[in-house]
């Protein structure tokens, strides 16, 4: 049988309601919703070489071409739960040969991208078998369904511009098994998402450990309800074109994840002094301007600058006489709202 292979890109996405929190086989504690980005991309080409026993699960990934086993054992033990729905997982030896769009050391994750891409490859090389399982789902739903149990935010990653992962009574077709694309307004499409490097370190917890505190945290029912209505509210201006509204809530979100870690046992502090100070720095220019730029963080110190293309004029003039000084190495990634995952072969 000649061996099976295919390419695909994905993108990495940014969550503006956050996900923190788990249960069950990767399922959220509350919707997240997020926005797909256009130019921090993995590109994974899976090849699969049939095998003479079906035994154990066997693969080898190469990131730009060299082998790496963290992150091959961490793929390893995602492809032994999906045993349930691909079995024919172990008929094959796996080659696994991805690259990332953005610089290695550059705090970006690649989980959300990386696990997207190798999960459209996978569901494209299922379509090759005759298997009836999530037959009921779209190709869309069932490769997020299956990012998804490598890694949660991996699962809007499929979907392009605007992604809503987890049920939420507002969005109709919406699931806590995989994620969905949502109507969005044209100033959505514009939205810039500048990446300001703080820090090029590996996070100092990983998101496993960090949902896991959750279950502990005090403040956590309390935050799933939260982050439920800020997702109403969120909608609401955007479908009003809100776009002071929108970065409000965008930054309560943020800055509520950092606290949760903040009050969690053990405690993890995310942000470095820099980070303060470039908050301090977009605030005070947004009371100066007025103009919609505010900020998100994931769970570690780089911000991302949100804001729509109509005031980049303003807005990059701004990041490089204010913030870029406060940056690792001067390190910026400029990206945006995208069009999602593509095939390429
Ligand atoms: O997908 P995970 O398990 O790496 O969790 C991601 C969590 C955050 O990035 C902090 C928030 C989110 O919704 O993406």
Redesign the pocket.
């Known amino acids: 049988m000649t061996p099976l292979k295919t390419s695909w890109q994905a993108p990495s996405n940014i ?1 503006i309601i ?3 929190g788990k249960y069950g086989n990767q399922l959220p504690r509350n919707a ?1 919703l ?1 926005f797909t980005l256009e130019n921090a991309k993995t590109i994974t080409t899976l090849t699969g070489e049939e095998k003479y026993a079906s035994t154990n699960i066997d693969l080898v990934f190469l990131l730009d071409k060299v082998e790496n086993q963290k992150f091959g054992q961490r793929i390893s033990k995602w492809f032994e739960t999906l045993l349930p729905y691909f079995p024919f997982l172990k008929e094959f030896k796996w080659v696994i040969e991805s690259s990332n769009t953005f610089p290695h050391s550059s705090g970006i994750a690649s ?2 991208s990386g696990m997207a891409a190798l999960a459209l490859c996978l569901c494209d090389i299922a379509s090759h078998f005759k298997s009836r399982s999530l037959e009921t789902l779209t190709f869309d739903q069932k490769a997020s369904f299956i990012a998804r149990l490598g ?4 699962s809007r990653s499929i979907i392009p511009f605007l992604s809503v992962w987890g049920k939420h009574s507002e969005v109709l077709s919406s699931s806590d098994e995989y994620a969905v694309n949502i109507d969005i307004p044209s100033v959505v499409r514009t939205y810039r998402d500048t990446i300001l490097i703080v820090s090029p370190d590996e996070k100092s917890v990983s ?2 450990v960090g ?1 896991g505190l959750m279950d502990l945290n005090p403040f956590s029912t309390a935050r799933y309800v939260q982050a439920n209505t800020n997702l109403t509210l969120l909608l609401d201006t955007l479908s009003q074109e809100d776009v002071h509204g929108f970065g409000k809530i965008a930054e309560s979100e943020a800055l509520t ?1 950092h606290a949760l870690m903040m009050c969690s046992d053990p405690s993890f502090i995310l942000m470095k002094p820099q980070t303060l100070k470039i908050i301090e720095k977009i605030r005070l220019f947004r009371n100066e301007t007025n103009l919609p730029v505010y900020f998100t963080l ?2 570690g110190p780089n911000i991302h600058v949100l804001y729509p293309q109509t005031v980049e004029p303003e807005v990059l003039p701004f990041i490089k006489s204010e913030l870029l000084s406060s940056c690792h190495d001067g390190k910026i990634l400029y990206d945006k709202v995208g069009k999602g995952p593509e095939k390429l072969s």
Do not use: F, I, P, T
């Open positions: 969550a956050k996900y923190w997240s997020s989980s959300a890694s949660g935010s991996a998101s496993s949902h994840l994931d769970a």
